[in-house]
């Protein structure tokens, strides 16, 4: 997932947001309150994940080293069967009061993951991936840097252990399609939201995407 990866998922996120009109979603009068959204998906997958071995894999992404890191187990074994629809967009759609404005946000976050999706260079169905890419946008959002593409593989292959030694992928498949569906949607909404701010001008979205993001850096112990 290098720099030509995240610029995708920049483009094809805002490309949803402006086609499904996704900035006036967020301040219509039935909209509650952001931090819900994202303490609910942080909170979803922290649940499982566990923040202090995520912080862990992160930070030894994040750190300089003179040789390149060993890693236990190859990507595959973080790979799933995606089966049936998507059912996390609900969380989005729990954003705002409105059943005419859920039934947009839901909508809005499943266009968001069905982009991430169809990215050529992304993983799919890959729950370190998911992960990597929920963390990854976030730090660039909440910090206006963009991780190395050698950050960036360093955190999957981490995150990639961390699942499998945490036991994470004994879970049952609905659990582990859940989390993924989850991450992917909430980091395409960030990246989406700041975007959309960056090139609108608009300082009112950019803190929100910022927002979103540094809750979720917070929520997995970073």
Do not use: W
């Not at 303490?39 to 040789?67: E, H, I, W």
Request: proline share 4%; net charge positive; hydrophobic share 45%.
């Amino acid at each position: 997932m290098g720099r030509v990866f995240r610029r995708k998922v920049m483009g094809a996120a805002l490309a949803v947001l402006l086609a499904s009109g996704g900035q006036a979603q967020f301040f219509t009068p039935s909209f509650q309150d952001y931090r819900t959204f994202a303490q609910r998906s942080v909170g979803y997958v922290a649940a499982t994940v566990q923040p202090d071995f995520t912080a862990k894999a992160v930070k030894q992404a994040l750190s300089p080293r003179a040789t390149p890191p060993t890693y236990k187990y190859p990507l595959v074994r973080t790979d799933f069967v995606f089966r049936g629809s998507p059912t996390q967009q609900k969380n989005c759609a729990a954003m705002v009061q409105k059943i005419d404005d859920q039934r947009q946000m839901a909508a809005l976050c499943l266009n968001l993951f069905r982009a991430a999706q169809q990215l050529p260079d992304f993983r799919k169905n890959n729950l370190a991936a998911g992960l990597t890419l929920l963390i990854g946008l976030s730090f660039q959002v909440s910090t206006g840097s963009e991780l190395t593409d050698a950050e960036i593989a360093s955190l999957q292959r981490g995150l990639n252990d961390l699942l499998i030694d945490s036991g994470v992928m004994k879970l049952k498949p609905a659990e582990i399609q859940a989390m993924y569906e989850t991450s992917v949607m909430t980091g395409a909404l960030i990246i989406g939201i700041a975007q959309n701010g960056a090139d609108d001008g608009n300082e009112e979205l950019t803190t929100l995407a910022r927002g979103l993001a540094v809750i979720v850096l917070k929520g997995l112990g970073l």
